[in-house]
């Protein structure tokens, strides 16, 4: 009788693991082919060429990654040292530089601008100038920046310099704030002609980390911008030139165009990870650590998420990945990039809202799309903060063109309207809904 059960159960377990076996190897070829023939398609039309989407090459006497000051960092490496690290600069408690998004005014008084010079004493604050002075020369000199990618890296892997671009930037700004407060009107427009420069330096930049250090530069610059208007300190030449540098600005092409590049790296990327059955726990979101024994961050992951996305990660059925890998291309291409209306400057507020939709009916079968779901858990978040950037570049804009009305016609206008077509091509447009800026001018002097 035991002997008969026996042989009862491991025939079913025989039939068992030769059903799951051949679920395997049919979802697998099944999985594979879809995208293989998606993926045909998208290749037809050039979607899907990374190249197509790479960075053109530039001599070395126009790179800027070429000067002696910038090689060492590329490739970048966090804990090597490197001359732009004298930017770092101490900034006094007591400065109130403001947010100009909140509406609080800055206040730099001259007493501030000494402390931030005595603070990092007469030796540091020269060596930092003297080093922006040489950063402003090599990028006349050398207009682009084209460095060479880690073909071995992922996308989100690719060593990049954002902390010593984004310091310099910083310290720039600071020495504008500096100018501003000394009325020396132009050498504060030079600097902030080199913040947003050194934002829009590499193309070829993780998308999200490019679309990041460029808005970061935008309001550095915009807040000497703003510090300037305070203090009546531009004239319409410079009023005109900072209107000239802030309308050259559309985030969200710049976003849209990073994008389109990232789908094309991304998916030949993720597509040879499942191909090497390198899908990790990370990719499904589980935390992984870095495997050092010496580790506190790792010691800090309790052992049962590691347990639990390690045997995720080894019975997810690859045809699934495949399955999940097309369908994340789709919603790129769909919504992602759908929803950017690049040319008019704003969202599609209904692709958008369609997206959301999608995204919360894929949550509902996770355990089927959980690669999509992990992946593009923040889908909008980077589309949603380069259209408020965009909003605030039409703020600053039309504040250079109602200054400039002022100046010439010693009042302030009506309305935006007003402006056009002599010192304000079209009224800026909100970027999530497309209406036209607000604008108001009450009685005084604000607006």
Same mark, same amino acid.
Request: aromatic share 10%.
């Given at each position: 009788?035991?002997?008969?059960?026996?042989?009862?159960?491991?025939?079913?377990?025989?039939?068992?693991?030769?059903?799951?076996?051949?679920?395997?190897?049919?979802?697998?070829?099944?999985?594979?082919?879809?995208?293989?023939?998606?993926?045909?398609?998208?290749?037809?039309?050039?979607?899907?060429?990374?190249?197509?989407?790479?960075?053109?090459?530039?001599?070395?006497?126009?790179?800027?990654?070429?000067?002696?000051?910038?090689?060492?960092?590329?490739?970048?490496?966090?804990?090597?040292? &490197?001359?732009?690290?004298?930017?770092?600069?101490?900034?006094?408690?007591?400065?109130?530089?403001?947010?100009?998004?909140?509406?609080?005014?800055?206040?730099?008084?001259?007493?501030?601008?000494?402390?931030?010079?005595?603070?990092?004493?007469?030796?540091?604050?020269?060596?930092?100038?003297?080093?922006?002075?040489?950063?402003?020369?090599?990028?006349?000199?050398?207009?682009?920046?084209?460095?060479?990618?880690?073909?071995?890296?992922?996308?989100?892997?690719?060593?990049?310099?954002?902390?010593?671009? &984004?310091?310099?930037?910083?310290?720039?700004?600071?020495?504008?704030?500096?100018?501003?407060?000394?009325?020396?009107?132009?050498?504060?427009?030079?600097?902030?002609?080199?913040?947003?420069?050194?934002?829009?330096?590499?193309?070829?930049?993780?998308?999200?980390?490019?679309?990041?250090?460029?808005?970061?530069?935008?309001?550095?610059?915009?807040?000497?911008?703003?510090?300037?208007?305070?203090?009546?300190?531009?004239?319409?030449?410079?009023?005109?030139?900072?209107?000239?540098?802030?309308?050259?600005?559309?985030?969200?092409?710049?976003?849209?165009?990073?994008?389109?590049?990232?789908?094309?790296?991304?998916?030949?990327?993720?597509?040879?990870?499942?191909?090497?059955?390198?899908?990790?726990?990370?990719?499904?979101?589980?935390?992984?650590?870095?495997?050092?024994?010496?580790?506190?961050?790792?010691?800090?992951?309790?052992?049962?998420?590691?347990?639990?996305?390690?045997?995720?990660?080894?019975?997810?059925?690859?045809?699934?990945?495949?399955?999940?890998?097309?369908?994340?291309?789709?919603?790129?291409?769909?919504?992602?990039?759908?929803?950017?209306?690049?040319?008019?400057?704003?969202?599609?507020?209904?692709?958008?809202?369609?997206?959301?939709?999608?995204?919360?009916?894929?949550?509902?079968?996770?355990?089927? &799309?959980?690669?999509?779901?992990?992946?593009?858990?923040?889908?909008?978040? &980077?589309?949603?903060?380069?259209?408020?950037?965009?909003?605030?570049?039409?703020?600053?804009?039309?504040?250079?063109?109602?200054?400039?009305?002022?100046?010439?016609?010693?009042?302030?206008?009506?309305?935006?309207?007003?402006?056009?077509?002599?010192?304000?091509?079209?009224?800026?447009?909100?970027?999530?809904?497309?209406?036209?800026?607000?604008?108001?001018?009450?009685?005084?002097?604000?607006?």
């Amino acid at each position: 009788m035991l002997k008969k059960i026996a042989v009862r159960v491991l025939f079913a377990l025989a039939v068992l693991v030769t059903g799951v076996a051949l679920y395997y190897t049919a979802s697998l070829w099944h999985g594979r082919q879809a995208w293989r023939t998606y993926f045909k398609a998208c290749e037809a039309t050039g979607e899907l060429d990374p190249e197509k989407f790479m960075p053109a090459p530039a001599a070395d006497d126009q790179n800027l990654a070429k000067t002696p000051l910038f090689a060492e960092l590329f490739p970048y490496r966090k804990d090597q040292p &490197h001359r732009l690290d004298a930017l770092l600069l101490d900034i006094p408690r007591d400065l109130q530089m403001g947010s100009w998004q909140k509406g609080e005014q800055p206040q730099v008084r001259a007493a501030d601008l000494e402390a931030l010079k005595s603070e990092n004493g007469a030796t540091g604050w020269r060596e930092a100038t003297a080093l922006l002075d040489e950063v402003q020369k090599a990028m006349r000199d050398r207009p682009r920046c084209v460095y060479t990618r880690d073909p071995t890296a992922g996308l989100n892997e690719q060593p990049y310099p954002a902390r010593p671009f &984004h310091r310099t930037a910083m310290a720039f700004e600071l020495r504008a704030l500096c100018a501003v407060g000394e009325r020396r009107a132009e050498a504060a427009l030079a600097d902030v002609r080199s913040i947003l420069q050194l934002g829009f330096l590499c193309p070829d930049a993780v998308p999200g980390m490019a679309a990041l250090l460029q808005q970061a530069a935008f309001h550095k610059a915009s807040r000497i911008l703003w510090t300037g208007l305070a203090a009546g300190l531009w004239n319409e030449g410079q009023l005109a030139e900072l209107q000239r540098l802030f309308e050259d600005l559309n985030f969200l092409d710049t976003l849209k165009r990073r994008y389109i590049g990232e789908r094309a790296i991304g998916a030949q990327y993720l597509e040879s990870q499942i191909e090497q059955g390198k899908i990790t726990p990370g990719y499904y979101g589980y935390p992984e650590g870095c495997g050092r024994p010496d580790c506190d961050s790792c010691s800090a992951i309790p052992r049962r998420q590691k347990v639990t996305g390690k045997a995720v990660a080894w019975l997810y059925p690859r045809g699934w990945q495949y399955q999940n890998l097309l369908e994340l291309d789709r919603f790129n291409a769909r919504y992602v990039l759908g929803c950017i209306r690049a040319e008019e400057r704003r969202l599609d507020a209904r692709i958008l809202d369609e997206g959301e939709a999608r995204m919360a009916e894929l949550q509902k079968t996770k355990i089927l &799309h959980a690669l999509v779901v992990n992946l593009l858990s923040h889908w909008n978040f &980077h589309i949603e903060q380069a259209a408020q950037a965009q909003d605030f570049v039409g703020y600053a804009v039309a504040a250079c063109a109602v200054e400039r009305f002022r100046l010439a016609r010693e009042r302030l206008p009506v309305s935006l309207g007003e402006l056009a077509p002599e010192y304000l091509a079209a009224v800026p447009v909100r970027a999530l809904d497309g209406t036209p800026l607000e604008y108001r001018a009450p009685a005084g002097d604000g607006y």
